[in-house]
């Protein structure tokens, strides 16, 4: 299993932050929520790709239960993400 390393509390007070709404989908299962666009920018070239190519090629996975809140990272799609039942 991919071990990923969170930042502490004190790594993270020079970070930016946006707060976004969140909207239940579906039959409220799921809860959608936006990425600031600089992110994905800001990624997508880190990988030396257009945004377009970008979303095509990557997903989001988000971490959570063992800190608190949660935390979301870029994977690519071919990538084998281990995930626990919800």
């Known amino acids: 299993m991919k071990t990923t390393k969170i930042p502490s509390e004190s790594k993270?007070?020079?970070t930016y932050t946006k707060t976004y709404r969140m909207q239940?989908?579906?039959l409220g299962e799921?809860?959608?929520t936006s990425v600031p666009k600089e992110v994905?920018?800001?990624?997508a070239k880190r990988h030396g790709l257009k945004?377009?190519?970008f979303v095509k090629k990557f997903r989001v996975s988000w971490?959570?239960?063992g800190f608190?809140?949660?935390w979301a990272r870029f994977v690519p799609r071919?990538?084998?993400v281990s995930q626990k039942p919800c």
């Open 78 to 80: 071919e990538e084998n």
């Open 24 to 26: 239940i989908a579906g």
């Open 12 to 14: 993270l007070q020079d």
């Open 30 to 32: 799921t809860i959608r």
């Open 51 to 53: 945004v377009e190519e």
């Open 40 to 43: 994905v920018e800001k990624e």
């Open 63 to 65: 971490l959570y239960n």
């Open 68 to 70: 608190d809140g949660a």
